[in-house]
C-alpha cells in the first residue's frame, strides 16, 4: 500500500524558472514530511522538511508548502539551476505517534533542467 | 564529520549465493535503516537497528536479515540470491530515527546473474 505518491515521474523545466514538484499522501496521521534529491550513483541527500504544525518552510532557493486537508505537499526550487537536475523523493512518518516507525517514500519525480 | 561509508560499491553475484554488505554510519548516530531502491519502486524499507536491536522491519523475506555491532556499525545478509534482488541498496543512519532525517550512503549496486 503506497502512503506515499508522487504522480508524475518526471518534470522538465527551463533554467532560470521555478519549478513545482508534488506529493500526496494517504494516511492522516503522518506528521513529519522531507524532500530528498538524488543523483545518479549517489544516495539521496537531505533537502528540507516541514513539520504538519507549518504550512511553509523555506530554505534559500527551496520551499515546502503543507496543505494538511487536501494530504499534499509540494517542493517550489527558484530559480532553478542545472545542477537541480536530479530524481527528487518526498518522504512522510509519524514522529510523534510512532517513535519506532520510518520514512515512507514516494516513487521520487526526475526533474531536467534545460538551458 | 564524516558521511555515512557503504562497502563494497559494486558486487555481482550469481544466483544462490549470498551476500553481506556493510555500511558505517555517521559518528554518533546510532539509527542505521537499510533500504532497497529499484527502478520505478522508490527506496522500499528493509529493517531498522537502533543500538544493536531491530526496532523496524519492512515487508521483505527472511533471506534479508541484518546486524548491528556495539560501534554502530551495520551489515545487511541476503541469502540464496535471485534476479530479482539485483539493486541500489542504501544505508541511511540518524541521530535519533528511522522516521526522523536520515542521511544516506553512496550505496551498494548489487548485480545478480
Known amino acids: 500500500d503506497q502512503q506515499v505518491k508522487q504522480n508524475s515521474p518526471s518534470l522538465s523545466v527551463q533554467e532560470g524558472r521555478i519549478s513545482i514538484l508534488n506529493c500526496d499522501y494517504t494516511n492522516s496521521m503522518f506528521d513529519y514530511f522531507l524532500w530528498y534529491k538524488k543523483y545518479p550513483a549517489e544516495g539521496p541527500t537531505f533537502l528540507i522538511s516541514?513539520?504538519?504544525?507549518?504550512d511553509k518552510n523555506e530554505d534559500g532557493r527551496f520551499t515546502v508548502f503543507l496543505n494538511k486537508s487536501a494530504k499534499h505537499l509540494s517542493l517550489h526550487i527558484v530559480p532553478s539551476q542545472p545542477g537541480d537536475s536530479a530524481v527528487y523523493f518526498c518522504?512522510?512518518?509519524?514522529?510523534?505517534?510512532?517513535?519506532?516507525?520510518?520514512?515512507?517514500f514516494g516513487a521520487g519525480t526526475q526533474v531536467v533542467v534545460t538551458p | 564529520k564524516a558521511g555515512v561509508t557503504q562497502t563494497p560499491r559494486y558486487l555481482i553475484k550469481t544466483r544462490g549465493q549470498q551476500v553481506t554488505l556493510s555500511c558505517s554510519p555517521i559518528s554518533g548516530h546510532r539509527s542505521v535503516s537499510w533500504y532497497q531502491q529499484t527502478p520505478g519502486q522508490g527506496l522500499q524499507f528493509l529493517f531498522e537497528?537502533?543500538?544493536?536491536?531491530?526496532?523496524n522491519k519492512g515487508n521483505f523475506p527472511g533471506r534479508f536479515s541484518g546486524r548491528q555491532f556495539s560501534n554502530s556499525r551495520s551489515e545487511m545478509n541476503v541469502s540464496t540470491l535471485e534476479l530479482g534482488d539485483s539493486a541500489l541498496y542504501l544505508c541511511?543512519?540518524?541521530?535519533?530515527?528511522?522516521?526522523?532525517?536520515?542521511?544516506f550512503g553512496p550505496g551498494t549496486r548489487l548485480t545478480v546473474t
Open positions: 541511511a543512519s540518524s541521530l535519533k530515527g528511522a522516521n526522523y532525517e536520515q542521511y
Open positions: 516541514i513539520s504538519s504544525i507549518k
Open positions: 518522504a512522510a512518518s509519524r514522529r510523534t505517534t510512532d517513535s519506532w516507525g520510518k520514512l515512507q
Open positions: 537497528y537502533f543500538s544493536e536491536t531491530q526496532r
